[in-house]
């Protein structure tokens, strides 16, 4: 936000004068503002979600999700941690007429490990899609990686790439409905073609401008983009549909899919891209759906996004349940007072209280965790109970994803790394329509029809 000019009033001398600055978010740069005093504000998403358009999540849409999927939402919907969307309630126009669409989210390897704060888009999309019962595919931007991070070689971010699966997977993923893959394997054939020919529909200053390039930027990260926005279409993966027949162009057939993509916020400027573009395409595609989260917060609190760059700024699910403590105990910023008398005096500030939002994050309770909330306001609950409480419910999240990421092989990483005809089912329930949509009549009698499109009485006509 920017700050007020000085008043008449309220002169700044020049010499103490520290100028406020707005936050910042893009895909390689989240900060958080500063006020005047130079204090790092908290991040102001009703003003992102304001500045590039995107709509809030509100009880309406979160009622109507209810109705259609008969599944109470997340809590991180409910809490509002996923925030805003583009489209969501066409996706939901779509999963009530048992019309397909897929899932697509991805990471970029820029480490080893995942951090808790990683793990939200994964947990949540691994929810979206038992919900929907609907396909998925998972980028792992090891191109972008190595273009971004001078310290790090594609064969670096090649091999923290397959790693980092092994990870995603531990988010219990369903095998058959889930492609996981490699930029740097996987990129070729259908999908290359999509990422020259969306390229070819960016003029430079369309992708200066959402991402800050400047003349000394190398060309490979001005061209990555493409790469983002081509994993959006239905077409960059033709093995993944029913009935695939690898010497023939199925594109027309399975252009009009959709996609909704789960993020956080600093990943939309790529999608803005798409929706501006997707419609240009020779196969044109709807725009793509999207549902942003908020930041984890960093350990230090205001204005911070946990990083796996400052490990003291992060949970990693490597983490020992020691580790977690001690990082909890040390680091984790407080919203308790001074002291004790000051404490139940005051009583002790959540919004600020990092152990207070983990607690939110993974405390599923609605109830117990408004009642604690009311007592530590009230300072009848103290700090280091508070942080008891998270370090517990931690230690319990990082340990069951470990035990599943035992489980994680080579040979598994390579079920899900194969390109395969996935399986799904959609809506068990889709509302009849009177008439069919002109699109879905193209995408179920394309050349080769789409099976296991979330209409069952449909599907076995096509069997038929
Ligand atoms: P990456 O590796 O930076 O982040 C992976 C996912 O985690 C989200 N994220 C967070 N969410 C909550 N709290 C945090 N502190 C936090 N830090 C990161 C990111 O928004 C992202 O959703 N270029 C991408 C990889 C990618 C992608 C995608 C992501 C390719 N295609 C489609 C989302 C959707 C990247 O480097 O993500």
């Given at each position: 936000?920017?700050?007020?000019?000085?008043?008449?009033?309220?002169?700044?001398?020049?010499?103490?004068?520290?100028?406020?600055?707005?936050?910042?978010?893009?895909?390689?740069?989240?900060?958080?503002?500063?006020?005047?005093?130079?204090?790092?504000?908290?991040?102001?998403?009703?003003?992102?979600?304001?500045?590039?358009?995107?709509?809030?999540?509100?009880?309406?849409?979160?009622?109507?999700?209810?109705?259609?999927?008969?599944?109470?939402?997340?809590?991180?919907?409910?809490?509002?941690?996923?925030?805003?969307?583009?489209?969501?309630?066409?996706?939901?126009?779509?999963?009530?007429?048992?019309?397909?669409?897929?899932?697509?989210t991805g990471r970029g390897p820029s480490?080893?490990?995942l951090?808790?704060?990683h793990?939200?888009p994964f947990?949540?999309?691994?929810?979206?899609?038992?919900?929907?019962?609907?396909?998925?595919?998972i980028m792992l931007t090891d191109?972008?990686k190595?273009?971004?991070?001078?310290?790090?070689?594609?064969?670096?971010?090649?091999?923290f790439g397959?790693?980092n699966a092994?990870d995603i997977?531990?988010?219990?993923?369903?095998?058959?409905?889930?492609?996981i893959?490699?930029?740097?394997?996987?990129?070729?054939?259908?999908?290359?073609?999509?990422?020259?020919?969306?390229?070819?529909?960016?003029?430079?200053?369309?992708?200066?401008?959402?991402?800050?390039?400047?003349?000394?930027?190398?060309?490979?990260?001005?061209?990555?983009?493409?790469?983002?926005?081509?994993?959006?279409?239905?077409?960059?993966?033709?093995?993944?549909?029913?009935?695939?027949?690898?010497?023939?162009?199925?594109?027309?057939?399975?252009?009009?899919?959709?996609?909704?993509?789960?993020?956080?916020?600093?990943?939309?400027?790529?999608?803005?891209?798409?929706?501006?573009?997707?419609?240009?395409?020779?196969?044109?595609?709807?725009?793509?759906?999207?549902?942003?989260?908020?930041?984890?917060?960093?350990?230090?609190?205001?204005?911070?996004?946990?990083?796996?760059?400052?490990?003291?700024?992060?949970?990693?699910?490597?983490?020992?349940?020691?580790?977690?403590?001690?990082?909890?105990?040390?680091?984790?910023?407080?919203?308790?007072?001074?002291?004790?008398?000051?404490?139940?005096?005051?009583?002790?500030?959540?919004?600020?209280?990092?152990?207070?939002?983990?607690?939110?994050?993974?405390?599923?309770?609605?109830?117990?965790?408004?009642?604690?909330?009311?007592?530590?306001?009230?300072?009848?609950?103290?700090?280091?109970?508070?942080?008891?409480?998270?370090?517990?419910?931690?230690?319990?999240?990082?340990?069951?994803?470990?035990?599943?990421?035992?489980?994680?092989?080579?040979?598994?990483?390579?079920?899900?790394?194969?390109?395969?005809?996935?399986?799904?089912?959609?809506?068990?329930?889709?509302?009849?329509?009177?008439?069919?949509?002109?699109?879905?009549?193209?995408?179920?009698?394309?050349?080769?029809?789409?099976?296991?499109?979330?209409?069952?009485?449909?599907?076995?006509?096509?069997?038929?």
């Amino acid at each position: 936000m920017a700050a007020p000019p000085p008043t008449e009033e309220l002169p700044v001398r020049e010499a103490e004068k520290k100028s406020s600055t707005e936050q910042e978010i893009n895909p390689w740069d989240v900060q958080a503002g500063q006020d005047e005093q130079g204090n790092t504000l908290q991040f102001d998403y009703v003003a992102i979600s304001q500045k590039w358009a995107t709509k809030l999540i509100d009880e309406v849409l979160l009622q109507r999700f209810e109705r259609l999927t008969g599944k109470k939402p997340h809590r991180w919907l409910r809490r509002g941690l996923f925030f805003s969307h583009r489209d969501f309630d066409k996706i939901l126009d779509r999963y009530e007429a048992g019309e397909p669409f897929f899932l697509y989210t991805g990471r970029g390897p820029s480490s080893d490990a995942l951090h808790l704060g990683h793990t939200i888009p994964f947990t949540f999309t691994k929810w979206l899609q038992d919900v929907f019962d609907v396909p998925l595919v998972i980028m792992l931007t090891d191109d972008e990686k190595a273009l971004f991070r001078d310290g790090l070689t594609f064969e670096d971010t090649h091999k923290f790439g397959l790693h980092n699966a092994k990870d995603i997977i531990a988010c219990g993923f369903d095998m058959k409905k889930t492609f996981i893959f490699s930029d740097l394997e996987f990129v070729s054939g259908h999908f290359l073609y999509n990422v020259w020919e969306f390229s070819k529909l960016l003029p430079f200053n369309q992708v200066r401008g959402a991402f800050g390039f400047d003349g000394s930027t190398n060309i490979g990260r001005i061209m990555f983009p493409a790469v983002q926005c081509a994993a959006s279409f239905a077409t960059s993966y033709p093995q993944l549909w029913p009935n695939y027949d690898p010497k023939a162009d199925r594109s027309k057939a399975i252009a009009k899919i959709p996609v909704l993509i789960p993020m956080a916020i600093d990943q939309d400027p790529y999608f803005r891209l798409v929706r501006d573009n997707s419609h240009r395409m020779r196969f044109p595609s709807p725009k793509p759906a999207l549902i942003h989260s908020k930041f984890l917060t960093a350990l230090q609190g205001a204005g911070g996004k946990m990083s796996a760059s400052d490990p003291n700024s992060a949970i990693f699910m490597t983490d020992t349940p020691n580790q977690i403590k001690n990082k909890i105990n040390k680091h984790a910023f407080s919203g308790g007072r001074e002291t004790l008398e000051e404490h139940q005096r005051l009583g002790g500030i959540p919004e600020v209280d990092v152990a207070f939002q983990y607690l939110s994050y993974f405390e599923d309770d609605d109830a117990k965790l408004l009642e604690i909330e009311t007592s530590y306001r009230k300072g009848t609950l103290m700090t280091g109970e508070l942080k008891k409480m998270a370090i517990a419910m931690l230690q319990e999240y990082v340990k069951e994803f470990q035990e599943r990421r035992k489980g994680v092989t080579d040979e598994v990483l390579k079920g899900y790394m194969t390109p395969r005809e996935l399986v799904w089912k959609g809506n068990p329930n889709p509302v009849k329509k009177e008439k069919k949509s002109k699109e879905t009549k193209e995408v179920k009698g394309g050349e080769k029809g789409v099976k296991g499109d979330a209409n069952p009485t449909e599907e076995k006509k096509v069997e038929s």
